[in-house]
Each structure stands twice: as structure tokens, then as C-alpha cells.
């Protein structure tokens, strides 16, 4: 599906909103599509701008790139560095098998 860039341009302005991109993150990986949280992080930070996400996360563009370009796997503390700035963080929860 094409988008209009005045779209485009919305949504990267309400990704400003912790809240906001806190539920678009969250959303994308409950939604039908069912994504990947790697893959919901990746359409978040393009959609808000990778200059953007860079500044509020604190990271060079080139490690936010790699991830982007899918040339690295990210370590839970990375991906715990990469969803900050959302107001998220990763959990593992082990449960007992049936």
C-alpha cells in the first residue's frame, strides 16, 4: 500500500509521542500481521526518521543502519537500548512445559 507523503509526515510527527510510538511498536506486533518486534522496530524507526530516532536514542546511525539493513542480530541489551526510547524493554519468561 502507497502512502501520501502529508501521511507520512503525520505519522512521523505523532511518533514524537512516547505514548504514541509506544502503541504503534506494540501494535504492529499484535496486529493481524503479527510482526516480529525486530521487524516492528524497524518499520517504527523508518517511519520516524532514522536522524530522529538516533538523537532520541543516543546511537551512531551506522549501528542504527546495520540494524535496519538486517546486518545484525542485536544482543538483549542492544534491543533493550533500541526500545527505550519507546518507554519499552524486552522480558524473558520461561514457562513449564505441558
Excluded: H
Aim: charged content about 35%; some cysteine; aromatic content about 8%.
Amino acid at each position: 500500500m502507497k502512502r501520501s507523503s502529508s501521511f507520512d509526515a503525520y505519522l512521523s510527527k505523532q511518533l514524537e509521542d512516547i505514548a504514541f510510538a509506544q502503541g504503534y511498536v506494540l501494535d504492529l506486533m499484535e496486529g493481524e500481521d503479527g510482526l516480529s518486534l525486530e521487524d516492528a522496530l524497524r518499520i517504527t524507526i523508518r517511519q520516524m526518521g532514522v536522524k530522529e530516532f538516533c538523537e532520541r536514542a543516543e546511537m551512531r546511525k551506522q549501528n542504527v543502519n546495520d540494524f535496519l539493513n538486517e546486518t545484525r542480530k542485536l544482543k538483549r541489551e542492544t534491543l533493550d537500548a533500541f526500545l527505550k526510547p519507546f518507554g519499552l524493554r524486552t522480558r524473558i519468561v520461561a514457562e513449564k512445559a505441558s
